[in-house]
């Protein structure tokens, strides 16, 4: 009698975890190590300013006489969040262009206003900038150093040249022949923060969508020109849709530029000003009367409103803020290995290795 035999299947390979970083065939280190004083520097300037802040939100600083012991108190105290409950729960009512209302929540309308009307007048002026440096006249150069000129002005200088223009007895006034009180605390002083940033900073925009204008090559508007597409269509149909990404990133930059708004309305119309005052302007306030948690409280309100605005800026936009022909072929070879992996695993495959990078293997990212 002969005992059974088996027969022995092909041998399996041994089972290999894949690596989760496509950049783990020997250059993650090396990237982690050149990339290392630059995230420290950031984590300095940065990341320790965001942290410091959320701490000083949750205390608050004493004062008054301690009622058991009758010494004037000082140090602070764990608050937890009633610094950000007191923006509900105790209001500080002013009125302002829009009303009657919460000092914060003018201050948040105030902000929000000032950046969609600033960054649309902007975009539209500073698009019509480039445009027109982009042509080829006489005297380009000076017309191009002449647009640029108000954008390397400091800002606080440029606030107090357009506080003489808007006063009382200024241009603004003799230009219009009326009596318009434009630094007062109205309307009146929202449009002169409008005019004086959007004089600033528009060529902010004009110069990032020239760099735009100049990667498109002539020979495209020839065409145009020969399939008789008008000055209009070649306006709509090429120039737009090609700066579009430059376009797109400059927009972003000056929305969130906008929206921490400080030295402008603060040098040019003063201090107490409820029609111009913006949500930086409120936390700086509020620091100065030493009222430090609630100054950090409205600075974090700030700070998560900007970073919203931003993440719907870069998801519904497409803002592409990193411009790596690189990076854009990670991602895009992430997203095709994860695919991959998916399809395999549900056809019951074994799982594809991961592919190696194009700087060390020299492999095709495809």
Aim: aromatic share 10%; net charge positive.
């Amino acid at each position: 009698m002969t005992a059974p035999t088996t027969v022995a299947g092909p041998a399996k390979r041994p089972a290999t975890k894949a690596k989760k970083n496509l950049m783990s065939d020997g250059q993650g280190a090396l990237a982690g190590l050149l990339i290392s004083p630059t995230m420290l520097v950031i984590a300095l300037v940065v990341g320790f300013p965001i942290l410091f802040s959320l701490r000083e939100s949750v205390f608050r600083t004493n004062s008054g006489v301690d009622p058991t012991t009758g010494i004037v108190q000082s140090g602070e105290q764990f608050v937890g969040l009633a610094n950000f409950t007191d923006i509900f729960t105790n209001p500080q009512t002013v009125i302002g262009v829009f009303g009657s209302m919460d000092r914060l929540i003018n201050a948040f309308l105030n902000t929000t206003f000032f950046t969609v009307v600033c960054v649309t007048a902007e975009t539209v002026i500073g698009v019509a900038m480039a445009v027109i440096m982009s042509k080829a006249f006489k005297g380009r150069g000076l017309v191009r150093a002449a647009i640029l000129v108000p954008w390397a002005i400091p800002t606080v200088v440029s606030a107090k040249m357009w506080a003489l223009i808007f006063d009382a007895n200024g241009v603004a006034n003799k230009l219009l022949g009326q009596n318009i009180l434009w630094l007062a605390d109205n309307a009146y002083s929202q449009w002169a923060v409008i005019v004086a940033d959007v004089w600033k900073t528009a060529p902010f925009i004009g110069l990032l969508t020239l760099a735009g204008l100049q990667t498109i090559p002539d020979e495209v508007y020839e065409a145009a020109r020969v399939d008789g597409a008008s000055a209009w269509q070649q306006f709509t149909r090429i120039t737009l849709p090609l700066v579009q990404p430059a376009l797109v990133v400059a927009v972003l930059f000056r929305t969130l530029d906008t929206m921490r708004m400080f030295d402008l309305p603060f040098a040019l119309a003063g201090q107490g000003k409820y029609s111009v005052e913006t949500l930086s302007m409120f936390a700086y306030f509020e620091n100065n009367a030493l009222r430090y948690g609630q100054a950090a409280a409205y600075s974090i309100v700030l700070f998560l409103y900007i970073v919203l605005v931003a993440f719907l800026f870069v998801k519904l936009l497409g803002a592409d803020v990193v411009g790596d022909p690189e990076t854009k072929a990670f991602a895009e070879q992430r997203k095709r290995q994860k695919l991959a992996r998916k399809r395999a695993k549900a056809e019951g495959r074994e799982l594809p290795a991961p592919m190696r990078s194009t700087i060390t293997s020299g492999d095709s990212s495809s």
